[in-house]
């Protein structure tokens, strides 16, 4: 089993919101130093989408800024990604990832290869 489990993708209309939720059941993913949300379409390089990090630093792609949301529900240990006002250029497979190590710096990078675990990805297509 993947160490990250997504849920919440689907279709939405251009202009509506999408909400995509991560959970783990294994602790020390959850108490990971960075946790983030990556994107991928096929025949483009993955894009880091935003990321939190265990001081509560929050960074978020160009393309989703000021309409992009990351945040955690300690108590039900849930990882959300809001994105308001959607459009084409937001449909992609969406990953959850956490690295347990990462500095506040290297993870507002947002970079794929600063984080280790890694869910399977949930579909979300943006539809007009």
């Known amino acids: 089993q993947a160490p990250l489990v997504e849920s919440g993708g689907g279709s939405v209309q251009a202009g509506g919101s999408l909400t995509l939720f991560c959970e783990t059941p294994?602790?020390?993913?959850?108490?990971?130093?960075?946790l983030g949300w990556f994107r991928q379409v096929p025949g483009k390089d993955r894009e880091g989408v935003a990321s939190?990090?265990?001081?509560?630093?929050?960074n978020y792609a160009d393309s989703v800024k000021g309409r992009a949301t990351i945040s955690k529900d300690k108590t039900k240990k849930i990882l959300s990604l809001i994105i308001e006002n959607v459009n084409a250029e937001d449909t992609g497979i969406y990953y959850c990832?956490?690295?347990?190590?990462?500095?506040?710096?290297?993870?507002?990078?947002?970079?794929?290869?600063?984080?280790?675990?890694w869910g399977q990805g949930v579909q979300v297509t943006v539809s007009s």
């Open positions: 294994r602790t020390y993913v959850w108490e990971s130093e960075c």
């Open positions: 939190l990090s265990d001081t509560g630093f929050k």
């Open positions: 990832a956490a690295d347990r190590w990462a500095s506040n710096n290297d993870c507002a990078q947002l970079s794929g290869a600063t984080f280790h675990y």
